[in-house]
């Protein structure tokens, strides 16, 4: 009986595991990282955003998303808001710090604090696995090993990058972080056995989410405080204004309405597809400021902003397509619905040159459609 009643109360606590205050202060650090990221899309060269820029940001933000990623789960698994958890995460924040700082479109200048900075991160992360698979019992013992000693091979192979010099010193610091992302996957048989508490995972997801929400928001003001407010300034800022209500609506209705919450997985489709949410919607935020500024080519402005919203939708409808409820799951005609009106949009401003105001005014449109639809 006594057993019974603990292993209910294991349960319930595992159902109602919540964010604690530290870790929403963790996340605030990771406002200026991610804000670092996203002002690389603005180098434009020639009305285009150059393809160095292009990869630059995405080599800038996914050591950002992992090593965020990396403490959000083992908070998820094995986190306990007691004293030493808290050491290590404010231990880590300091990292945060060091990391955030040296991020530049010049490696070079600032490559050993950044280094100092994502390993150090990430070395906190393996030792606490280490620390708590001690306690922990069959599959969750296995699991927290697997992870806190696979961790370091990419760990020892990025240090290794400080040996070399040009770009063999970036292949090698990438591969080991392209190891470290891929140790999960690869140790998936662990992990499923050991599931994530997805309210909770859901919820983090969510919450930095309304980070890059942010970086939306910085784009009107910058809009705003560019311009000498004309009305379509501020039409273009008002229409704006509307389409980060619909990410809003689209995405946070999703979380906490259509999702079952009470699924026991690896939680990979969501931490992986994120990623792709998470870029996606650090390139709209930069459209915004584009689009208004006028400074990119027509045909490629189109590209980029229709891109980026494509690929926001492709990533949100895999990452909530296995967690909805299944009655409420989109059906292929949605999806074929979805895409046609974004390709039809895109077509017709290829031959029909539009004021920005209407363009964005198309995509905050097609957010309110899919938001009505999947909501």
Same mark, same amino acid.
Request: hydrophobic share 55%.
């Given at each position: 009986?006594?057993?019974?009643?603990?292993?209910?109360?294991?349960?319930?606590?595992?159902?109602?595991?919540?964010?604690?205050?530290?870790?929403?202060?963790?996340?605030?650090?990771?406002?200026?990282?991610?804000?670092?990221?996203?002002?690389?899309?603005?180098?434009?060269?020639?009305?285009?955003?150059?393809?160095?820029?292009?990869?630059?940001?995405?080599?800038?933000?996914?050591?950002?998303?992992?090593?965020?990623?990396?403490?959000?789960?083992?908070?998820?698994?094995?986190?306990?808001?007691?004293?030493?958890?808290?050491?290590?995460?404010?231990?880590?924040?300091?990292?945060?710090?060091?990391?955030?700082?040296?991020?530049?479109?010049?490696?070079?200048?600032?490559?050993?604090?950044?280094?100092?900075?994502?390993?150090?991160?990430?070395?906190?992360?393996?030792?606490?696995?280490?620390?708590?698979?001690?306690?922990?019992?069959?599959?969750?013992?296995?699991?927290?090993?697997?992870?806190?000693?696979?961790?370091?091979?990419?760990?020892?192979?990025?240090?290794?990058?400080?040996?070399?010099?040009?770009?063999?010193?970036?292949?090698?610091?990438?591969?080991?972080?392209?190891?470290?992302?891929?140790?999960?996957?690869?140790?998936?048989?662990?992990?499923?056995?050991?599931?994530?508490?997805?309210?909770? !995972?859901?919820?983090?997801?969510?919450? &930095?989410?309304?980070? $890059? =929400? /942010?970086?939306?928001?910085?784009?009107? +003001?910058? @809009?705003?405080?560019?311009?000498?407010?004309?009305?379509?300034?501020?039409?273009?800022?008002?229409?704006?204004?509307?389409?980060?209500?619909?990410?809003?609506?689209?995405?946070?209705?999703?979380?906490?309405?259509?999702?079952?919450?009470?699924?026991?997985?690896?939680?990979?489709?969501?931490?992986?597809?994120?990623?792709?949410?998470?870029?996606?919607?650090?390139?709209?935020?930069?459209?915004?400021?584009?689009?208004?500024?006028?400074?990119?080519?027509?045909?490629?402005?189109?590209?980029?902003?229709?891109?980026?919203?494509?690929?926001?939708?492709?990533?949100?409808?895999?990452?909530?397509?296995?967690?909805?409820?299944?009655?409420?799951? !989109?059906?292929?005609?949605?999806?074929? &619905?979805?895409?046609? $009106? =974004? /390709?039809?949009?895109?077509?017709?401003? +290829?031959? @029909?040159?539009?004021?920005?105001?209407?363009?964005?005014?198309?995509?905050?449109?097609?957010?309110?459609?899919?938001?009505?639809?999947?909501?």
């Amino acid at each position: 009986m006594n057993q019974h009643t603990s292993g209910a109360q294991q349960i319930t606590a595992f159902a109602e595991k919540k964010v604690t205050w530290l870790e929403l202060f963790y996340d605030l650090l990771f406002v200026a990282a991610v804000s670092k990221a996203s002002h690389v899309l603005l180098h434009v060269e020639n009305g285009v955003i150059p393809l160095e820029y292009l990869a630059k940001f995405v080599l800038i933000f996914v050591p950002i998303w992992w090593a965020w990623v990396g403490q959000s789960l083992f908070v998820n698994r094995f986190g306990r808001d007691i004293l030493s958890h808290r050491i290590f995460l404010i231990l880590q924040l300091f990292f945060v710090l060091i990391m955030t700082a040296s991020l530049s479109v010049n490696f070079d200048q600032y490559y050993v604090p950044f280094l100092i900075g994502y390993v150090g991160l990430r070395a906190m992360t393996a030792i606490q696995y280490l620390s708590v698979h001690k306690k922990e019992e069959a599959h969750r013992k296995i699991t927290a090993r697997y992870l806190g000693s696979r961790f370091w091979i990419g760990l020892v192979i990025s240090s290794c990058s400080l040996f070399f010099d040009s770009w063999i010193r970036y292949a090698v610091l990438y591969a080991g972080i392209i190891i470290d992302i891929f140790l999960p996957l690869i140790g998936r048989h662990h992990l499923v056995k050991s599931p994530i508490n997805t309210h909770h !995972l859901l919820e983090r997801f969510s919450l &930095f989410t309304l980070i $890059l =929400l /942010g970086e939306s928001v910085i784009s009107i +003001l910058a @809009v705003l405080q560019s311009s000498d407010w004309t009305w379509p300034s501020i039409l273009f800022a008002s229409v704006t204004f509307l389409l980060i209500i619909a990410i809003w609506w689209q995405y946070f209705d999703n979380v906490e309405k259509k999702v079952n919450k009470t699924l026991e997985t690896a939680g990979q489709t969501i931490i992986y597809g994120h990623l792709f949410i998470y870029l996606s919607m650090c390139m709209i935020a930069a459209s915004i400021q584009l689009l208004f500024l006028k400074q990119l080519n027509y045909s490629f402005m189109l590209s980029f902003i229709f891109g980026s919203v494509l690929l926001y939708f492709f990533s949100t409808t895999l990452v909530f397509h296995k967690y909805r409820h299944a009655h409420l799951r !989109l059906g292929m005609y949605h999806l074929v &619905f979805l895409v046609g $009106l =974004l /390709g039809i949009f895109f077509t017709v401003d +290829l031959f @029909v040159i539009l004021p920005n105001y209407m363009i964005i005014g198309e995509v905050m449109l097609f957010f309110g459609v899919y938001a009505k639809l999947t909501t």
